[in-house]
């Protein structure tokens, strides 16, 4: 079955570290999109890729950084300069076509330690 | 630029309760419509969507209308379940694009 698949579910960080979050999809997609969500608040845009090797900055995009070196794959770097890191990080993708909506992943839950 | 209102959580039901969570937008153009359920832990699923004025869609038991005439959008199900409690998304793409506009959520407890 095609899918979106982020690991790992939990992750702990000290602080001053990066850290990578995977996000890899079967589906085809050439869209991908990584959401920050804080405990009872909505989803935050950090960055989205429409095609390989291309990128735009979302919303929220300080101090996180991204790639697109294939159609598949779309990690996320929290770095060192993210203020307040510890949230839930969710990573979706869709089609290019009009009006198709998103799939998302599971999540990975980054905590600060 | 688009926008997406829902109504403030937590809504509280008991089971076999009818639900309606309330979503308005304001958009250029004619945009299409969707609501995401997510629950405790997990990602968003797509619930269902509407691109067109007077369409329905409809999933599991539960619907919405799409309503240019008001600009709403607003989700029900006739009688809810314990395993209905979730937070629930209304979203909306506008102009023939593919991102995706979120509303803040609201968050269904359903209790016996």
């Known amino acids: 079955d095609g899918g979106i698949t982020q690991s790992p579910k939990y992750l702990f960080r000290k602080e001053g570290q990066n850290v990578t979050l995977s996000c890899e999809q079967n589906?085809?997609?050439?869209?991908m999109y990584w959401y920050r969500q804080d405990p009872g608040q909505g989803l935050r845009l950090i960055y989205y890729s429409q095609i390989v090797n291309d990128f735009q900055k979302g919303d929220i995009a300080e101090g996180y950084s991204v790639s697109r070196e294939k159609k598949e794959s779309f990690p996320l770097t929290v770095t060192s300069a993210q203020k307040n890191p510890t949230a839930f990080y969710l990573c979706?993708?869709?089609?290019?076509?009009?009006?198709?909506?998103?799939?998302f992943g599971s999540g990975t839950r980054l905590t600060v330690v | 630029g688009d926008s997406v209102t829902q109504m403030e959580g937590p809504v509280t039901l008991s089971e076999e309760a009818f639900l309606t969570i309330n979503c308005t937008y304001t958009?250029?153009?004619?945009?299409?419509l969707f609501w995401y359920v997510q629950y405790p832990g997990e990602g968003l699923q797509l619930l269902l969507k509407a691109t067109k004025a007077d369409d329905k869609g409809s999933n599991k038991g539960f619907e919405a209308t799409y309503r240019k005439e008001t600009t709403s959008f607003h989700l029900e199900k006739g009688s809810v379940q314990v395993s209905d409690s979730a937070v629930y998304f209304c979203a909306l793409i506008t102009g023939g694009g593919n991102k995706l506009t979120f509303g803040t959520g609201t968050q269904l407890k359903v209790e016996l």
């Open positions: 979706a993708s869709s089609r290019t076509e009009p009006n198709y909506g998103y799939t």
């Open positions: 589906l085809n997609h050439d869209a």
């Open positions: 958009a250029t153009g004619y945009p299409s």
